[in-house]
């Protein structure tokens, strides 16, 4: 099964030395240091809602801006969009890959340092979402190719750790940018961020590398756990979502499709943008919502670290729930228990109690559905970058979307109706796309009727044959 992966030179590739897989120090210290770098591509992206709602309010020429939304959504956007043609350059020049890696990091101090300057919306639209999110690609893709090539049969609980890392950093940076923002604003806040940066990227990027020689990543993967196998053709005797050999162990090779023939590529596509579209508008409007029920900024910005604190725990253990019994469950639970915590939770929300309740709940089930990218496109190298790019579109309209949204709904005084009146449209909304998601475990649940089927038929022949002999 390949992997999204780097590669050098196809016939030097036998003689050079390669590294364990799925275990060993060298693996498992490959994946800290990526972890590490999600803190500051990934991670600081959705502690963004926090920056917004300071912006917003605080006297000055962003107050009252609703275009300071598009700088969170247009950074993740980039920083997910890009991914494909960031790995498709490292695939064909992967001495370079190192040199993306630093490139990315230095761009996001300069964007960081511009931002703390800028005095017009469009300047920190500029700064701190384009700039920061393309340099948030240059090291977030190849560490997704690094994780893929190290990790096959452990990938989701790699990848549930990798994205925890991006939970955890909010988690803990939201109140600290809250105080920040109070007491020494934006620009002292930002430059503060800067060294952090730099400090962070010292600490890891040094120790990123391949299995292959420790530079380079390779494009051969060695084993794989069938049931990440979503977008492969069945193999007769293999139930792919449960991960069980039917037939004694005895296979076929596989018959792989090309997944633009598929229609669970078309679904899962359709799948990951649902999701998407409204996955981040809870921690990007939260901090507004509470203060419009009377709740200060500082407890609405430990909403935020409620719902990252709680996506740090759950996403390893659904990442290794995906690896044991397959995406069907884990998914069908995450996606409808996301729904009904978003419709009731925070439609009938009038305490503060009730939203770190909501925020509980939605990070534990929303949260999870990163580590499914895995489970969906692991077989094909090309669908995972897709999927990333799927993603980051989604971000993108998914801001445009949230705003329009919210808009429709300004000029409606708080009340203690649904929603506090105001924001019962943005509710709706993430509720109804939440549910939608849902639809990928029609794809899922059909997959695995046809590989019990197939199985059954293996069985049959496999008898049929030791009869005859």
């Given at each position: ?6 590669t050098n030179?196809?016939?030097?590739t ?11 120090r ?6 800290a240091?990526?972890s590490?770098t999600n ?16 912006y ?5 020429p ?20 890009l991914?494909?043609f ?20 230095i ?5 960081t340092i ?10 920190l ?24 090539d ?43 961020w ?14 990123v ?113 995906v ?31 009730m ?6 709940l ?40 949230g705003r329009?949204v ?7 005084p ?28 029609v ?25 005859k002999?």
């Open positions: 099964m390949p992997a999204c992966s780097l030179n196809r016939k030097s036998a003689s050079m030395r390669m590294d364990s897989q799925d275990h060993g060298a693996a498992w210290t490959v994946l240091a990526v590490i803190i500051f591509t990934y991670g600081f992206t959705a502690t963004f809602g926090v920056f917004r709602d300071h917003y309010r605080m006297p000055g962003f107050k009252g801006s609703q275009e300071v939304i598009y700088v969170g959504t247009i950074s993740l956007g980039l920083i997910q969009g991914t494909p960031i790995i498709y350059i490292c695939n064909k020049r992967p001495q370079h890959a190192s040199l993306i890696l630093w490139l990315g990091s761009l996001m101090v300069a964007s511009g931002a703390a300057f800028a005095a017009t919306p469009l300047q639209v500029f700064t701190l979402g384009m700039v920061y999110g393309i340099g948030g690609s240059c090291v977030f893709a190849p560490c997704i190719a690094y994780i893929d190290w990790f096959s049969k452990r990938r989701a609980l790699a990848n549930g750790i990798f994205f925890s890392l991006s939970s955890l950093a909010p988690a803990c940076m939201s109140p600290i940018f809250s105080k920040t923002l109070e007491r020494f604003g934006p620009r002292s806040t930002l430059f503060g800067a060294i952090a940066i730099t400090a962070l990227s010292l600490l890891s990027l040094p120790f590398r391949g299995r292959r020689d420790g530079h380079h990543i390779s494009y051969k993967a060695e084993s794989s756990n069938p049931s990440e196998h979503v977008l492969e053709a069945p193999e007769p005797g293999v139930d792919h979502l449960n991960g069980e050999t039917i037939d004694g162990g005895r296979s076929r090779p596989s018959q792989t499709i090309a997944f633009w023939k598929q229609p669970l590529f078309y679904l899962f596509t359709f799948t990951t943008g649902i999701q998407c579209l409204g996955y981040f508008l809870p921690a990007l409007y939260m901090p507004s919502f509470a203060s419009d029920l009377g709740i200060s900024t500082t407890l609405g910005s430990l909403l935020i670290t409620f719902f990252q604190l709680v996506c740090v725990i759950s996403q390893p253990l659904y990442g290794t729930m690896d044991r019994i397959g995406p069907l469950i884990p998914l069908f639970v995450s996606t409808m228990l996301a729904s009904i915590a978003i419709l009731t939770l925070w439609g009938f929300a009038h305490s503060y109690g939203l770190v309740a909501l925020m509980i939605y990070g534990a089930s929303a949260g999870t559905f990163v580590v499914f990218r895995s489970s969906f496109a692991t077989h094909i190298s090309l669908v995972s970058g897709i999927l990333m790019a799927i993603r980051g579109v989604a971000v993108v309209v998914s801001g445009l979307a329009a919210v808009q429709a709904g300004q000029d409606v708080v009340g203690k109706g649904y929603g506090a009146d105001r924001w019962k449209n943005l509710i709706i909304f993430v509720g109804v796309t939440m549910a939608a998601t849902g639809l990928g475990c794809g899922l649940l059909d997959r695995s009727r046809s590989s019990e089927a197939e199985a059954e038929v293996g069985v049959v022949a496999e008898e049929s044959s030791e009869l002999n």
